[in-house]
């Protein structure tokens, strides 16, 4: 894999707005990701803060994949997990490495903040049949079920 992987920090807002677009197109949400985007001043608060993590692959000056983290730090013992929360690589450039770069990227600074696991979320139908194959050979599987409790209103 040719790719260089960068973490994002707040001067890369562009580069963020590059990634949500990755994001749109891998995940054939295009609306979600690039419709209402951030102000540049709520990306630059968000990746200078502690709490996310955005990591790039890019080819060249071609943003081709990346993700969204977050670091959860625990109450029971003075450490953190690492939430993945969104993982895509452009339909170009799959089947190259650059997902497993990205983790092991990530595992780099999972360490550096002192982090002892990291975890993903994957959804069971036909369409993440590639991610949940990458995911079963970097980790160990657990089956969990998933709850969206909605904040406000009576939805």
């Known amino acids: 894999m040719s790719a260089t ?3 994002l920090g707040a001067d890369n807002v562009g580069l963020m707005n590059e990634l949500l677009t990755v994001f749109g197109n891998a995940f054939d949400d295009v609306p979600t990701h690039t419709a209402r985007r951030p102000a540049a001043e709520y990306l630059r ?3 200078d803060g502690d709490s996310c993590i955005a ?3 890019m080819d060249g000056e071609e943003v081709i994949g990346g993700l969204a983290a977050y670091e959860l730090r625990k109450f029971e013992q003075e450490r953190s997990e690492i ?3 969104d993982l895509a690589v452009a339909s170009t450039h799959r089947r190259m490495g ?3 770069a ?3 990227e990530l595992k780099q600074v999972a360490a550096g903040r002192g982090a002892y696991v990291m ?3 994957a959804d069971t139908g036909a369409e993440d049949a590639a991610a949940i194959a990458l995911y079963t050979k970097l980790g160990h599987r657990e089956e969990v079920l998933h709850f969206d409790i909605p904040v406000g209103g009576s939805e």
Do not use: D, H, P
């Open 83 to 85: 939430y993945i929360y």
């Open 5 to 7: 992987i960068l973490q």
């Open 119 to 121: 975890f993903v979320q």
């Open 55 to 57: 990591l790039v692959a």
């Open 98 to 100: 650059v997902a497993t």
């Open 45 to 47: 608060r968000l990746l």
């Open 102 to 104: 990205l983790i092991s």
